[in-house]
């Protein structure tokens, strides 16, 4: 599918304030914008493999679009959510079990690059992923 394939980091955008509108400390911000990430996707038909390696931390997880599922952010914010198929667009909606405020994720596939973008009480940021 389209989405199949390893993306590793290439560039952040606005990264920085989307973390600190979310409530991460400096320190981890600074850690996180050097955090190597790579993602690992895997799709068959509705059902997703996903594996997450970066300087903190591996983590893999599946889930089946449109089904709820719990995740935590390397920072340990607790989320709940699902996401659905949009077009050629991946739309991730989360609920932070904390506040019960919500943050949206989109995943794009554009110019060979995967774009990650999330946006949480009106500030966005963009991830860019390039093909490893």
């Not at 409530?23 to 996903?50: M, P, S, W």
């Not at 943050?103 to 940021?125: C, D, F, K, N, P």
Request: proline share 0%.
């Amino acid at each position: 599918m389209t989405f199949n394939g390893t993306w590793k980091i290439e560039r952040n955008e606005n990264y920085e304030k989307f973390m600190e509108v979310m409530g991460v400390n400096v320190l981890k911000r600074k850690l996180a914008l050097h955090d190597h990430l790579q993602i690992i996707l895997e799709q068959t038909g509705d059902k997703f493999h996903v594996k997450e390696t970066s300087a903190f931390r591996t983590l893999e997880l599946d889930f089946v679009l449109g089904v709820t599922f719990e995740y935590s952010l390397a920072d340990g914010t607790e989320l709940s959510g699902s996401w659905t198929i949009e077009g050629d667009m991946m739309k991730g909606v989360f609920t932070r079990k904390d506040n019960g405020k919500q943050l949206t994720t989109t995943r794009i596939i554009q110019g060979g690059e995967l774009i990650q973008m999330y946006s949480y009480e009106g500030v966005e940021a963009r991830r860019i992923f390039k093909k490893a």
